[in-house]
């Protein structure tokens, strides 16, 4: 252990939600997207799942919302430190839009992208079984466009640059391919609770 | 150029994501020892850290890399921090760190370090926020976002580079302006509380761009945007209006 001469940090809390290497940002939702942020009405917005699945689709912005809704109150975790206690996403859960296209067997693994063309992979055990959203509220109102609004992945398990902003789809496939921060250095999976921030964590 | 992996899944999008910037695949997953070797006051809030790393591989301008400090218990705390210095300033590098009310990391470095301290560091991080200096490079930055930046600035000049590079800085006050004694002729400072004498007081506005964007070099710049998210989205929002293409800037927001 290499100890910092006169470092004491902050006052230690146990917190068991917290994973390691992460502090709380409390109140703070800091924005770190890479591109500019788009300017997307949701009339403009559309939903596409394809790939490795037996009936490709795309939902507009009313028949993503007609889906039976599901919110997310839970926690999350950014690779820069920050995590989030108790944040509260509004939706639909990943699984009714895969209802729709059935995924083949053959699929292991996603590609999301924006519609800014940002790119994020994903094991497709990830965004099944009830832990993976398509949201568009946040605290019960829209979600801000430079927190990803009209809609945004959500897959709070994972560091949240996994949570694509302004998701535009999802391509099933059966091999993983890196996206746009994974080309960048970043982990191929990003568990927060196993610390992958990078390549080979 | 920007990089294209031969077998890269690419969205049925109007692509708006610049591309990766080719940097050496060295792994930065080692945690190396940094020995602070000199603090240089730069404003009133922020000040620049020197450290020696022997075992540093080398960066390219704009990269970031990870810092921890622990404490005796075993408790650390890590940040992200903007590399300051030019690549060839060879076995150190530099860090610009502003005085964060109440910042565990940044309050340990303003208060408490003194030469001869250690840290550790781990780096370089990111292909995406770098300028390897082989491409035109338009930089826009506000407080301490003008830190990667300036990297970029010194390699410039340490190189001798022909290429075109510009850049736009917003600051409250002279005062607060970092590396004020080492800006040039390629700098614009924008004050946007107090100015110096004849200056106008204000934010960054399409004035201060459109000049940068009519004098378009070969194949155009490459733009680097960097601070708080509120200056990153106002900036941004500039060089599009002004017709920069959208998939040539390339933000970084200070979280």
New interface residues.
Partial sequence: ??????????P?VDNPGLPP?Q?DARD?W?????????DLAPADWSFRIDGLVERPHTWDWDAARALPGSSYEGDIH?V???SKFGVRFGGVSLDAFFHVVRPHGSATHA?A???????ANLPLADLVGGRAWIAWEYDGRPLAP?HGGPARLLVPHLYFWKSAKWI??I?L?DHD?????E???YHERGNPWEEQ????? | MTET?A???T????????G?IP?ADQ???L?Q?ATLTEIRRETPHAATFRLAVPGWTGHLPGQHL?LR????????????YSIASAPDDSGHIELTLDHVPDG?VSG?FHT??RPG????VRGP?????AWAGDRPALLLGAGSGVVPLMSMVRHHRARDLAVPLRMLVSARGPEELIYARELGTETTAVFTRSAPTGVPVGRMAAAHVAPLLAEQPPNGWEAYVCGS?GF??HA??L??EAGQP??R?????F?
């Fill in positions: 252990m290499n100890v910092t001469r006169g470092f004491t940090g902050r230690r290497g502090y703070d800091p924005v770190l997207s890479a591109e500019v942020t788009p950014c820069t430190g920050w590609i992208y924006s519609h800014t063309g940002y790119t430079e535009a789809g391509t496939l391919e890196p996206g746009f921060w080309r960048n250095g921030r990078y390549s080979g964590d | 992996p077998k890269a899944f969205p049925p999008t109007r692509f708006a994501v610049p990766r940097v792994t930065a997953a945690w020892t990870m400090l622990t404490a005796a218990d075993g408790y650390a705390a890590q940040r992200h565990e340990w408490v370090a301290d250690t840290v550790e991080l990111s292909g995406f926020f998210n990153a989205e941004s929002r060089l599009v959208v998939e800037i390339r933000i970084e927001r979280g």
